[in-house]
């Protein structure tokens, strides 16, 4: 559907995007993952020809965004980060520009923006000027010239920035829904949206793709190795020696031995279970579990260890050290704030 090959940007000598290859399948909501600055905008920008490409194709649907453009385009719907809104139209006044636009025939056109309206449930705002309306609304006005002619693909970039909570969920839902019918890209820097709503997900960090995969994939693509903790009454040594016995543990980690009670971390190489061997090795040693856990691996595990060597996403974001840019990665309300950031970044960086 979408096929994206070596797709790079550069900016004098930056490179922004670099090589990014991947496919885009039919019916499923796709999340762009990464810090600010990481490169999500400017390859959104590629996809839907915004702006062209230094290197790298974009074909969708067998039409290549840069030789075939108004076919490729026809294919797709865009709400960039800054919806391309008109103030001082009305909401339906905006919706028939985007349908004259977008080539939607005269005679559909009415039927497929009230259609449109109400699946964004729009309709009852539809004779109120843009600039009156909560920005949930404008969202979703963009969204609906997003909509307009039905595309294939709605690409959304960082749909939720600067909206309220409530507004958050109601985007959220709205994109969820909207997947029934079209297959959907999104870009967002918060992690929990992107589990929350993203069927597959691509991490990118300093304009290269560092891992795709859905996110229960992704998670155990991470474990790698089975990983227990476990809290056993007894003597280091004790414990020690019953794990030796034990020929799949791959690695051990003691990080405590007070009070009588050790514990450790043990990994295995492979994915066998060895929870049955340690409880037999401890019982007949008299050194019983107090407890022992699976480690469970989450998407923000994943996401630090992929893009904790960002440094440059703590200079974009104006974050005066790497802790605090990944702590805004992971902090939803973060969402709220950095618009007027991004913005400055926006201004900053834009040619
Ligand atoms: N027009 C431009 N001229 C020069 N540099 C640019 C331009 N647009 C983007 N950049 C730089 O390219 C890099 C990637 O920017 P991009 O906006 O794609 O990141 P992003 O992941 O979308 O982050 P954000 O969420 O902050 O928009 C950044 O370092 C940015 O400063």
């Known amino acids: 559907m979408i096929e994206v090959k070596n797709l790079t940007k550069r900016y004098g000598d930056h490179t922004a995007v670099d090589h990014l290859s991947f496919q885009v399948e039919e019916g499923q909501i796709y999340g762009f993952l990464g810090p600010n600055g990481a490169g999500k905008s400017t390859t959104m920008n590629m996809i839907t020809g915004y702006i062209a490409s230094t290197e790298g194709t974009v074909v969708i649907n067998g039409h290549d965004i840069l030789?075939?453009?108004?076919?490729?385009?026809?294919?797709?719907?865009?709400?960039?980060?800054?919806?391309?809104?008109?103030?001082d139209m009305t909401v339906?006044?905006?919706?028939?520009?985007?349908?004259?636009?977008?080539?939607?025939?005269?005679?559909?056109?009415?039927?497929?923006?009230?259609?449109?309206?109400?699946?964004?449930?729009?309709?009852?705002?539809?004779?109120?000027?843009?600039?009156?309306?909560?920005k949930g609304y404008k969202q979703r006005t963009g969204l609906a010239q997003a909509l307009m002619g039905y595309p294939e693909v709605i690409i959304l970039d960082?749909?939720?920035?600067?909206?309220?909570?409530?507004?958050?969920?109601?985007?959220?839902?709205?994109?969820?829904?909207?997947?029934?019918?079209?297959?959907?890209?999104?870009?967002?820097?918060?992690?929990?949206?992107?589990?929350?709503?993203?069927?597959?997900?691509?991490?990118?960090?300093?304009?290269?793709?560092?891992?795709?995969?859905?996110?229960?994939?992704?998670?155990?693509?991470?474990?790698?190795?089975?990983?227990?903790?476990?809290t056993i009454k007894g003597s280091r040594?004790?414990?020690?020696?019953?794990?030796?016995a034990i020929p799949e543990i791959a690695e051990k980690n003691f990080t405590s031995n007070e009070n009588g009670l050790v514990q450790v971390n043990v990994k295995?190489?492979?994915?066998?279970?060895?929870?049955?061997?340690?409880?037999?090795?401890?019982?007949?040693?008299?050194?019983?579990?107090?407890?022992?856990?699976?480690?469970?691996?989450?998407?923000?595990?994943?996401?630090?260890?992929?893009?904790?060597?960002?440094?440059a996403a703590a200079n974009n974001t104006g974050a005066s050290s790497d802790a605090e840019a990944i702590q805004s990665l992971m902090d939803d309300d973060a969402s709220e704030e950095p618009e007027t950031q991004e913005e400055d970044n926006r201004e900053g960086g834009q040619e």
Do not use: W
């Open 67 to 87: 030789e075939e453009p108004e076919e490729a385009k026809k294919d797709i719907g865009y709400l960039p980060e800054q919806p391309p809104l008109y103030m």
């Open 92 to 134: 339906i006044e905006y919706l028939r520009l985007a349908a004259e636009l977008k080539k939607v025939p005269k005679k559909d056109r009415e039927n497929m923006i009230a259609d449109i309206m109400d699946t964004v449930q729009l309709t009852h705002m539809k004779d109120r000027l843009i600039k009156n309306l909560s």
């Open 158 to 230: 960082e749909p939720t920035v600067g909206l309220d909570p409530k507004q958050i969920i109601e985007i959220r839902d709205l994109i969820k829904s909207l997947s029934k019918k079209h297959t959907v890209i999104l870009s967002s820097h918060i992690l929990s949206e992107v589990s929350a709503v993203c069927d597959y997900v691509m991490i990118i960090s300093h304009g290269h793709l560092v891992a795709s995969d859905t996110p229960e994939n992704l998670a155990k693509l991470m474990e790698g190795e089975n990983t227990l903790e476990l």
């Open 237 to 244: 040594t004790e414990v020690e020696g019953m794990l030796n």
């Open 268 to 311: 295995t190489e492979g994915n066998e279970d060895i929870r049955e061997k340690i409880f037999y090795a401890c019982a007949e040693n008299q050194c019983p579990i107090l407890r022992m856990e699976n480690t469970h691996v989450s998407l923000e595990d994943i996401f630090l260890e992929l893009t904790s060597q960002d440094n």
